[in-house]
């Protein structure tokens, strides 16, 4: 029973300082250079950057730091992805950077709170993964819509909408189908290899 306990804690604590930097630190990387891989993947294809924009590639390591290292790593990681990927690669274009900005930084901050909740010993620890990735993609996305809205109604961007968060929901969905089959399977092999 001591053992299970401290098997617990330990896996809810948050690593060491210079874990959370360098997860985060390799997260960035990722983060940019996996868009860029779909992207000449699409072009190869004959598809162009929607490949890009379905498939959600930024997403995944900004999530699955958040829930790996922590809400410090998952929060820095998603505010600087997008910036780090406009300066080297132009993309996302300018204006979508600050929106793009606070939702990932929404969803690495979400990801990694959620990471220290328990979950029942009776819910199979890849289900408990899914469902604290799902509930950090739908703080994500609430914020993203709550900054879009201000954009619109308070600043008087009439370039967005608000509709703009629910069409990009559906062009994503096989993205998330994608984070909901590959974050839970790592982070549960990730738990394996630490007890």
């Not at 053992?3 to 604590?13: G, H, K, L």
């Not at 990722?30 to 950057?49: D, I, R, S, Y």
């Not at 690669?89 to 929404?106: D, K, N, Q, Y």
């Amino acid at each position: 029973m001591q053992s299970q306990s401290t098997s617990t804690a330990r896996a809810y604590a948050l690593p060491s300082v210079k874990f959370q930097t360098a997860a985060a630190l390799l997260a960035v990387v990722a983060a940019v250079a996996l868009p860029q891989v779909f992207h000449v993947a699409g072009a190869a294809m004959g598809l162009g950057t929607i490949i890009g924009q379905t498939l959600l590639p930024m997403h995944l390591p900004v999530l699955l730091v958040g829930l790996l290292a922590g809400p410090y790593a998952g929060l820095a990681t998603g505010a600087l992805a997008p910036i780090a990927s406009f300066a080297l690669t132009g993309m996302p274009m300018a204006p979508m950077v600050p929106f793009m900005v606070i939702e990932l930084a929404s969803y690495g901050l979400f990801a990694g709170l959620l990471r220290g909740v328990r979950v029942p010993d009776a819910v199979p620890s890849p289900l408990g993964w899914l469902a604290k990735l799902v509930a950090a993609q739908v703080g994500g996305r609430l914020v993203d819509a709550l900054a879009i809205a201000v954009a619109v109604y308070v600043l008087g961007n009439a370039q967005m909408s608000v509709a703009s968060v629910w069409t990009a929901v559906g062009t994503g969905l096989p993205g998330l189908v994608l984070q909901w089959v590959l974050i839970p399977v790592v982070m549960f092999a990730v738990e394996r290899h630490r007890d």
